[in-house]
């Protein structure tokens, strides 16, 4: 199994462009989910998916658009770049998201000029 | 709404020394408690977890925790540190919701480990 895979690796935007980032899981697993990382802020959940066509929000949603049309992709989608937006984005799924554990992505450095 | 307090952005301990990363919760149910483990340009991969068995619970590399709802905390403790443990460490606890779950992270430890 590759587990969850993401990419790109790393991505420099301009201010204003769009991207998706694609994160991809081949364990089954219903429940995936987008965090991203800031220095001192720990991992904050933008938005999560508890299984295919079901998709909602968590913590800082605003300037992401997801969709889940099938159980293996869950990608995440900048509909117009901002500076804030520069992090380090992670992916996870898991079987169940309440007690399973979650496997994490490499990650997704993104910088937005 | 849940959440967790990591006390301690940076702790530096002696190799061979005890190691301690303090975690605590605020839950109005009886939670699910994470200790996840980042090393540098690395994703994260979970240590332990906490899902109501017993209540002190072991994981990878020598690490354990304890669950004690009285002081609602879920410590981070290895006897002996290694160099190889120097990593970034985040606590989190489920939370279930209307649609589904989410997972809270603190805003992590810094554990550095000098010889």
């Known amino acids: 199994n590759a587990g969850v895979t993401q990419t790109p690796k790393f991505q420099v935007l301009k201010t204003g462009q769009s991207m998706t980032l694609q994160c991809a899981q081949d364990?089954?697993?219903?429940?995936m989910s987008w965090y991203r990382q800031d220095p001192g802020m720990g991992l904050r959940l933008i938005h999560y998916?508890?299984?295919?066509?079901?998709?909602d929000q968590g913590e800082v949603p605003n300037g992401y658009n997801v969709s889940r049309s099938t159980t293996e992709d869950f990608p995440l989608r900048l509909l117009s770049a901002a500076p804030s937006q520069t992090s380090v984005y992670f992916c996870?799924?898991?079987?169940?998201?309440?007690?399973?554990?979650?496997?994490f992505g490499p990650g997704t450095r993104l910088l937005v000029l | 709404a849940q959440s967790v307090t990591q006390l301690g952005s940076h702790v530096s301990v002696s190799e061979g020394a005890l190691v301690l990363l303090r975690c605590n919760y605020s839950?109005?149910?009886?939670?699910?408690l994470f200790w996840y483990v980042q090393y540098p340009n690395q994703g994260l991969q979970l240590l332990l977890k906490?899902?109501?068995?017993?209540?002190l619970v072991k994981g990878i590399n020598g690490f354990e925790a304890e669950f004690k709802k009285s002081e609602t905390s879920f410590h981070l403790t290895k006897p002996s540190a290694h160099m190889s443990d120097a990593a970034e460490y985040f606590c989190?606890?489920?939370?279930?919701?209307?649609?589904?779950?989410?997972?809270?992270f603190g805003k992590g430890t810094t554990l550095s480990v000098s010889s």
């Open positions: 996870a799924s898991s079987y169940d998201g309440t007690q399973e554990t979650q496997y």
């Open positions: 364990m089954n697993h219903e429940y």
């Open positions: 998916s508890v299984g295919a066509g079901i998709t």
């Open positions: 839950s109005s149910v009886p939670p699910y």
């Open positions: 906490y899902t109501s068995a017993a209540t």
């Open positions: 989190a606890v489920s939370e279930r919701n209307q649609a589904g779950t989410a997972l809270i």
